[in-house]
């Protein structure tokens, strides 16, 4: 039987009642695990209708934005799920981000509600200081705050309507051009991933799948949709966060089959006992986030011969899905062929397509891509964003005979750390603060445990004193653990190029040697 015809149609219906679909098929099944606790469809279903009930009485409405803040756990889903329910906007921030970076998004989002856990409450109420949002927290709250547990307990939330184009998630994400800027997805555009990367078969039936990826991220939203569109879900094994041992331990004792990492993550297990382990019930992983280097890849193949890796590509703006590789049909160096229903071109500097083989910039046209830049009216002028239908991505791409793509550069000055994008402008706005310092250039270096390390170059004002140590310790305070620089270098001055501004060039070279 053709799979496509087995599953719910990709677009068409918001998320919420396609959630309503999916629990009514498969409610007794246990789906997630977390922490030693099992959780079924029905629990699950149950739980988000009354967290529902309890975000309405706390003041959310249709449209609103509600920041979840989490390390990960059940109530991630729920949450997502509950906010769906009553037509308000998932807004997910990763619990690395920094008090100042925090209170950006909510400023920006105007988000009225925020959910947290509370080894992040501290933070998240400092942020929310002076705004007009309420905060709520798992577990027991005192005070202002709100407990999570208390707004679950309560009747069932009847289902809001909703339109498929309408706005689903608010994600943040950064930009070589500014503060982190908010992308807007719609039911639609993340119902058709879901369904896209469902069809696509890298997750076979009934399957065993290990999470350690921040839901924060678009591909933990994807994660959460997924299920909507399966023909025979699978059981997820949750990971609060990634930890190499944990990780182990989980494929052994609940014979996990599949899962997804980022390289650095792949990186820290081969430095794990693996022979010493039991993971005969693994047979595919599927790393993304970052390019996968060979020399992992080939360690892995070595050590773990009947563990499948395979590459995928995509971004926020394309709703974390744009290629993916089929099982069993990997090449070394692509991240796959077009994801089903996905489409993608090579464009010339001329703006005409580059013949199969050339590199250009990657082109992604799809039912998942963002609406657009929130508050940005002139988002459809700069580069990055929806032209004639198509996203450019600022990456560097070749196309080869069948259609597999090959990222082999980026156009954009993005640092990968770790599977985590860090914008260096981000980084050098931050430094710019500090009273000492006249300029700031921040470029990468290849690093073996986390794929790039941030490098700050800095330009000190005439007369000061601040040494490179301080300026690393005034970088940890004000930027996200993934963002801060490790390493900071004094220069008399910051070489530019012919048109006055930042040689990056120049200075990754000056990185390198």
Known sequence: MDRSSMLTEPTGAALS????????????????????????N?????????????????????????????????????????????GAVVTPVLFLLS????????????????????????????????????????????????????????PESPLAPRDPADMAALLYTGGTTGRAKGVVLSHDALSFSAWSITLA???????????????????????????LHAVHPGRVVLMRWFEPSAWLRLVEQERVQTGAVVP?????????????????????????????PRDVHAEWARRVPNVEITEGYGCTETGALATCTPPGAYRIGSVGPAAPGVELRIELPDGSDAPTGADGEVCVRSPSLMTGYWHAADAGTERGAVHDGWFHTGDVGRLDEDGYLYVVDRLKDVIIRGGFNVYPRDVEEVFMEHPDVANCAVVGRRDPEHG???????????????????????GRAHLSAVKYPREVYLLEELPLTSVGKLDRKALRARTRA
Request: proline letters at 4%.
């Open 99 to 154: 008090e100042d970076e925090l209170r950006h998004v909510l400023v920006d989002s105007g988000a009225v509600l925020a959910l947290t856990t509370p080894e992040f409450l501290a933070k998240v109420v400092a942020a929310a200081s002076g705004l007009d949002v309420r905060v709520a927290v798992t577990g027991p709250a005192s005070g202002d705050i709100l407990s999570l547990d208390e707004l679950a307990d309560g």
């Open 17 to 40: 009642q396609l959630a309503e679909q999916a629990w009514a098929r498969f409610g007794g099944q246990s789906t997630l695990l977390f922490e030693g606790q099992q959780y079924t």
């Open 264 to 292: 650095t993550m792949l990186r820290l297990l081969l430095d794990q006992p693996l022979e010493d382990r039991d993971l005969s019930s693994l047979r595919r992983l599927g790393s993304g986030s970052a390019p996968l």
């Open 42 to 86: 029905a629990e699950l279903g149950a739980w988000s209708r009354r967290l529902g009930t309890g975000l309405r009485a706390a003041g959310v409405c249709p449209g609103d934005r509600v920041i979840v803040c989490m390390a990960n756990c059940p109530e991630v889903l729920v949450a997502y799920h509950a906010i769906w329910r009553i």
């Open 452 to 474: 790039e390390e941030v490098v700050a170059y800095v330009q000190l004002k005439a007369g000061a004193t601040a040494s490179a140590a301080a300026l690393r310790e005034f």
């Open 201 to 227: 078969g890298t997750e076979q039936q009934d399957s065993v799948a290990l999470v350690p990826l921040p839901l924060a991220h678009v591909y933990g939203l994807m994660v959460s949709a997924m299920g």
